[in-house]
């Protein structure tokens, strides 16, 4: 009989590796099958057995996962100790500034300047739209959705940023030439977090990189790249639940400024209760609201969807004050305009 904690490591290695990280494939299959590993990973809380916190502890302490199974499994069975406390310190905290090239044609959209309020911040990285190159590409039939063979449809931003981002469009996407000319401007950005990560922290960063799944080097790239324009400037960062403290921070947004709220990959660690707590809260608000979501997560949204996103794509929903405007790749590589919006 398969225990769950083997099921979800079956789960994950089918419905989330596969296509994505051959590596964390291989690893996560073999974890399923190992019963020692299962009855090590069921002596944890049941959130803290999840395969991203176990791959990315053994990934921090220097542990092998690129070197096969039976290196990792003799490895993480050798130092569980180090392991399970790092799992249990440590959440999944992925911080994807990729997604600002979905959110940016939004944000130029609103009154300007603009206060941006990011709940579920991670170290922040999402609060900079301002300071990042943007590549939209439309796929010319030849191209993979991740820029390979796409065409280059607008290329602007932030001249001497470190990082571009690639973003895949298809749809009527507001990319205006007034936008190509001026980036939205912020006047403020802070952001909450229940564990803030800092940018200028060695062991945060390193946290944030062991993360990134091994094969995904773009990511680790653009991930350094972030870093350092956060260090340039680091975030105002605020520890918290994020319904707890999203009015006060909403209330010092400075005279002027639209307050925008926005989040990505974060609700889904809600309940459904505080995730209706936090609508509602947001609802009140003054300012906007942006969520950007796996496409579920928010009712209100989901049911206003004018096509269902196709089964299995991981798709989120963007949304704007709670009306749809696109389907967005879960880390900001595609933005699928809808034509209603
Ligand atoms: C997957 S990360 C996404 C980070 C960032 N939004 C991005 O798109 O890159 C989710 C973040 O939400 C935070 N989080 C989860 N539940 C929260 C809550 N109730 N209040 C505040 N932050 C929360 C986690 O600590 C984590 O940093």
Not at 325 to 339: I, Y
Request: one cysteine or more; charged letters at 20%; a negative charge.
């Amino acid at each position: 009989m398969h225990s769950d904690t083997g099921n979800a490591y079956r789960a994950f290695a089918e419905r989330e590796a596969r296509g994505n990280s051959a590596i964390y494939q291989d690893l996560a299959e073999h974890v399923a099958g190992d019963a020692r590993l299962c009855a090590l990973l069921d002596g944890l809380p049941a959130p803290k057995r999840q395969p991203n916190l176990l791959f990315g502890a053994v990934r921090h302490l220097g542990g092998p996962v690129t070197e096969g199974w039976p290196a990792f499994r003799d490895w993480v069975t050798a130092h569980w100790d180090g392991t399970s406390a790092t799992m249990l310190e440590r959440l999944t905290q992925t911080n994807e500034s990729g997604r600002c090239a979905t959110l940016l044609p939004l944000l130029a959209t609103l009154p300007q300047p603009l206060a941006l309020i990011e709940v579920g911040a991670s170290a922040g990285l999402c609060l900079y739209p301002d300071r990042y190159r943007y590549r939209y590409l439309r796929a010319d039939g030849g191209g993979d959705g991740n820029g390979g063979g796409d065409t280059t449809v607008a290329e602007f931003g932030a001249a001497e940023s470190p990082v571009t981002l690639d973003c895949t469009v298809s749809g009527p996407a507001p990319i205006t030439p007034a936008l190509r000319e001026r980036l939205p401007e912020v006047v403020w950005r802070a952001g909450i977090d229940l564990n803030p990560l800092d940018v200028r922290s060695e062991d945060d960063i390193r946290w944030l990189e062991s993360l990134v799944w091994p094969e995904q080097t773009h990511r680790l790239d653009r991930l350094r790249g972030a870093v350092r324009v956060a260090r340039a400037e680091p975030p105002l960062l605020v520890r918290g639940d994020l319904n707890a403290t999203v009015r006060e921070l909403v209330a010092r947004v400075p005279a002027g400024a639209t307050p925008v709220v926005f989040h990505s990959a974060v609700l889904a660690y809600l309940s459904p209760a505080a995730r209706e707590e936090f609508a509602a809260t947001v609802r009140q608000l003054p300012g906007h609201w942006i969520s950007n979501e796996a496409v579920s997560v928010l009712p209100a949204v989901a049911r206003r969807l004018p096509r269902p996103a196709p089964t299995g794509s991981g798709l989120f929903a963007l949304a704007l004050d709670e009306r749809p405007v696109a389907f967005t790749g879960p880390h900001g590589q595609s933005l699928d305009w809808f034509d209603e919006a």
